[in-house]
């Protein structure tokens, strides 16, 4: 009866024992499956990041591609005092140059004559008062930062002709096509309105459209990536029908051969 009741007890352990194997089986189961179908959440929302269409292929924030400095914190309005500051002073000289008909030389030629006057009659009055004359500032241009300037402004200035060399040269078409229709626009924009009123738009341009792009850039991107969809379609439907049938420049059949 003894060994019985052992056989007994022994089968009821085994039997609890599988039930708890079990159990932890289906537990670490569920938890890796769990973990893996959280680890798919995670892989789908980066996959969904990833094909999120950004305007022109940008993968860089507004602020960066801007420069990422102090400029770009005056373009997108992070500093509103010296941005208003800026906007203003380019809004009050248009209107001086182009409202008021004001010249350039002439306003730099009014503003020496006030400057030396006020100083000449300051430094002659310190006399009569009995007070140290005015101390008028030593201005000297600095060498490095010209030269940087300089040596910056020939690097872009050989960039451009090397890329009307290339465009000229007959190697991309659509190139071509691009640079001559801006060059069209920016002619006729300045047949309506002068140099002082294009250069006051552009920048007015600059200190709105990147302002409110950076507001609103994922319903832009999304009407921007639609309309761009549809002018490829059109320009694949152009190229098949007319580009196609333009006979290429001499270099692009000196390089096929």
């Not at 009821?12 to 893996?36: C, F, N, Y």
């Not at 800026?86 to 809004?91: D, F, P």
């Amino acid at each position: 009866m003894a060994d019985h009741h052992k056989e007994e007890e022994n089968k009821g352990e085994s039997l609890i024992d599988k039930v708890t194997d079990k159990m932890h089986a289906h537990d670490s189961s569920s938890s890796s499956s769990s973990s893996s179908s959280s680890d798919s959440d995670d892989d789908r929302k980066a996959r969904l990041k990833t094909k999120v269409y950004r305007l022109f292929g940008r993968e860089k924030p507004v602020h960066k591609i801007l420069g990422g400095g102090q400029g770009a914190d005056v373009l997108l309005w992070r500093d509103k005092k010296v941005s208003a500051g800026v906007l203003g002073g380019a809004a009050a000289l248009w209107f001086l140059f182009d409202v008021l008909e004001y010249h350039f030389l002439t306003l730099i030629c009014h503003g020496l004559i006030l400057g030396l006057v006020a100083m000449f009659l300051l430094s002659n009055a310190s006399t009569f008062v009995k007070k140290a004359p005015p101390r008028i500032p030593e201005v000297v241009l600095p060498e490095e930062p010209v030269l940087k300037f300089a040596s910056a402004l020939r690097i872009e200035i050989n960039r451009v002709f090397a890329d009307l060399r290339d465009i000229a040269s007959g190697k991309d078409l659509k190139k071509f096509l691009y640079v001559i229709g801006g060059l069209w626009v920016l002619s006729v924009v300045g047949g309506i309105c002068d140099f002082m009123t294009l250069i006051f738009s552009i920048t007015l341009l600059l200190f709105t459209v990147p302002f409110l792009y950076e507001k609103n850039e994922d319903q832009v991107d999304c009407y921007a990536e639609k309309a761009i969809a549809e002018l490829k379609k059109q320009y694949a439907v152009f190229d098949a029908k007319v580009l196609s049938k333009i006979p290429r420049g001499p270099l692009k059949d000196k390089k096929s051969d």
